[in-house]
């Protein structure tokens, strides 16, 4: 037996174990966050020097699987002209692509077609290369995602600052304010209307969070409390922006009613905005394919 002599030691080698424990904050090695936190404090793996090209976002290959089965492609079985989920166009910030389709049942948010693209980056946009809103290539196919296009509201789900689009923007079938309506998206209750947005939150469990914006305020044909059917109109697509005014476009969002996670391991938390692109894309395919909804 060895007594004493390692005991000292040992003591000193404990106590510089206690004094480093915990690690300063934002040091601290792996994520034994909670899931719940993890969204608030964007880890340097967010900014991959890469540049972001292709991460590895699933688990490795089983060994000896040569035709792995993999994730379908996200977007397989779509008709119309579409760029793929997650890929915008570039210099209008990195995208988010997530294989998971949020709403797998709900209706296309639109009576009629509409043309999703960026309305800040597009022709007549803001960030723009100038011409009209009304512009031609933005009533035109392809769709093109733009969550987590670059912009300044916070949204977890997009990488580097944790700030992004936080829904998808839409055009209406013509660059007509005022004319086209937009629809529920699954039966739920209007819980808000404010200066700008229409809120509806589904009936039915998980209780997705749907958010309108930039509808014909002054005549929808909803109000606070009602209950709606799918497909049940609520108002009308224009450009109100709570007495500004933007371009003719339905900003469409979805937001958790459950805690998740998306395929690439981020965590989903309650009211997390969640990528609409795919859950759109279905959608309007059930309406092109002559589902109908809410009936
Ligand atoms: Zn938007």
């Given amino acids: 037996m060895r007594p004493s002599p390692l005991l000292p030691l040992l003591a000193v080698l404990l ?3 206690c004094n480093d424990d915990p690690p300063p904050a934002g040091t601290g090695g792996e994520v ?3 899931a719940s ?3 608030s404090s964007p880890t340097p793996d967010d900014a991959p020097a890469d540049g ?3 991460q590895s976002a699933d688990e490795p290959l089983p060994p000896g699987e040569t035709t792995p089965p993999g994730p379908a492609e996200p977007d397989a079985g779509l008709s119309f002209g579409h760029q793929p989920p997650g890929v915008l166009p570039a210099g209008q910030g990195a995208g988010y692509l997530d294989r998971t ?3 797998p049942a709900m ?3 639109l009576q009629e077609a509409g043309y999703p693209n960026s309305q800040v980056y597009g022709h007549g946009g803001g960030m723009g290369p100038g011409g009209g809103q009304c512009d031609g290539v933005n009533y035109a196919l392809p769709w093109r995602d733009n969550f987590c296009e670059a912009r300044s509201r916070a949204n977890p789900l997009c990488g580097g600052s944790g700030t992004g689009h936080q829904g998808q923007d839409i055009r209406p079938a013509t660059c007509k304010k005022n004319q086209h309506w937009a629809v ?3 039966p739920g209750i209007v819980t808000d209307i404010g200066s700008y947005t229409v809120t509806l939150v589904g009936s039915a469990a998980p209780h ?4 309108y914006l930039h509808m014909q305020m002054a005549a929808l044909a909803v109000k606070e409390g009602d209950s709606v059917v799918a497909g049940q109109k609520l108002g009308k697509v224009a450009n109100d922006f709570g007495g500004a005014a933007t371009t003719i476009h339905l900003h469409f969002e979805i937001r958790a009613g459950l805690a998740g996670v998306t395929t690439d391991g981020k965590p989903v938390t309650l009211n997390t905005f969640l990528p609409p692109y795919l859950s759109l894309a279905q959608a309007h395919q059930r309406k092109l394919n002559g589902g109908t909804c809410g009936s």
């Fill in 15 to 17: 106590l510089a174990a």
């Fill in 32 to 34: 034994k966050t909670p």
């Fill in 37 to 39: 936190t993890a969204p």
């Fill in 52 to 54: 972001g090209a292709e």
């Fill in 101 to 103: 389709v949020w709403a």
């Fill in 107 to 109: 209706c296309w948010p």
């Fill in 184 to 186: 529920a998206a699954e």
């Fill in 208 to 211: 997705r969070t749907y958010r």
